[in-house]
């Protein structure tokens, strides 16, 4: 796969998770940092940072992937 179609489906990947995760633990946010429908909120920030952190997860454990492919000497 090409750099960029990983990176995308690294993105993708962050966006989801980092999404299900947001919506899973809403209900149990403080009411400021619950998402309210088409505005941007304190709630979309930290969907945003879920997802970020979520993202930079996934990146670790590539390049981490990525080393252990490579033949030592």
Known sequence: MSKSVTNFMHALAAVLVGNAAY????????????????KTDLGTLVDFCLCLVIFGVIKIFAARRERSKLPRS
């Open 23 to 38: 919506f899973l633990l809403e209900k149990h946010l403080p009411l400021p940092a619950q998402h309210i429908g088409f």
